[in-house]
């Protein structure tokens, strides 16, 4: 194996947080080197159009956000490449990544913002229909579904949050439920309940779609695992998938405190590990909001906090 390169400031991941890491670790002269990983740019490049950014007044696409904040980072001196962290080796000042199961980087501090893979179906009609109707954020994609009928997928307080929001906006809002209740918090049970707009299919599983150009219905399945079961078409403009997500922690799962989910915790307001000198952003490390706003602000934090480090410690 080739000798480990040594970098003062390594970014595994390319989404908002990392981009917008590079961006301050360059401009304090930290030399950062990041990976974009599997996806370059994130799961935000596979979001159609995005208005609810500050700056783009009329919108943008995804793809086109995270090249302009990409180029940025190149602009003030990142050196941005191509490659998937397979290994990680985390202690304090000697963080060995390895990247594509071959090349060794030694790190004196990491940002670690490989972000959070949605949780589909595993329906071969949601790649088909990946950006033509099929969606895993409300609030990013809800607002192109106005005076439409959608239909949302889940039980919890999530797929019950992303009802409501989306009954602001919509026409009709059905929730399928694969079980005979609700798994949401009573509160939440209530609001969603008591919404004239929302609908809810107890008992139902979402097993396929259809559509031209997009999609037009969503075929059900009713009372699964009992001794009637139906099977019929229902007229939706989209849907909606709110079953959770899967941090993508495991990778460092060995070195690092996780939550009951696997997220990376931090310490208080910071974006610090329990692992000195390193440090998480993103959405592997917020199970709570997952924004692209959100996620480039802990981005910033992330990088200003290992900035500090290595001026503390005369690295």
Known sequence: MADIE???????????AGYTAAIYAARANLSPVLYEGILP??????????ENFPGYPNGISGAEMMEDIRKQAIRFGTDIRYGIATKAELKPNHNIITIDGEKQIEA???????????????????????????????TCDGFFYRKKTVIVVGGGDTACEDALYLSRMC??????????????????????????????????????????????????????????????SLPVDGLFLAIGHHPNSGLFAEYLD????????????????????????????DPSYRQAITAAASGCKAAKDAERYLLANGL
């Open 41 to 50: 740019g994130g799961q935000l490049t596979t979001t159609t159009e995005i």
């Open 108 to 138: 004196t501090t990491l940002i670690i913002s490989t972000g959070a893979s949605a949780k589909y179906l595993g329906l071969d009609d949601e790649k088909k229909y990946a950006g033509m109707g099929v969606s895993a954020c409300a």
């Open 6 to 16: 040594k970098v003062r400031c390594l970014i595994i991941g390319s989404g908002p």
């Open 258 to 285: 996780l939550d009951a989910e696997g997220y990376i915790k931090t310490k208080g307001a910071t974006a610090q590990t329990n692992v000195p000198g390193v440090y998480a952003a993103g959405d592997v490390a």
């Open 171 to 232: 026409a009709k809002v059905y929730l399928a439920v694969r079980k005979d209740k609700l798994r949401a918090s009573k509160v939440m049970q209530e609001r969603v309940v008591n919404n004239e707009k929302i609908e809810i299919l107890y008992k139902h599983e979402v097993i396929g779609l259809d559509g031209d150009n997009g999609v037009q219905s969503a075929l059900l399945l009713k009372n699964r695992g009992e001794s009637s079961q139906e099977e019929y």
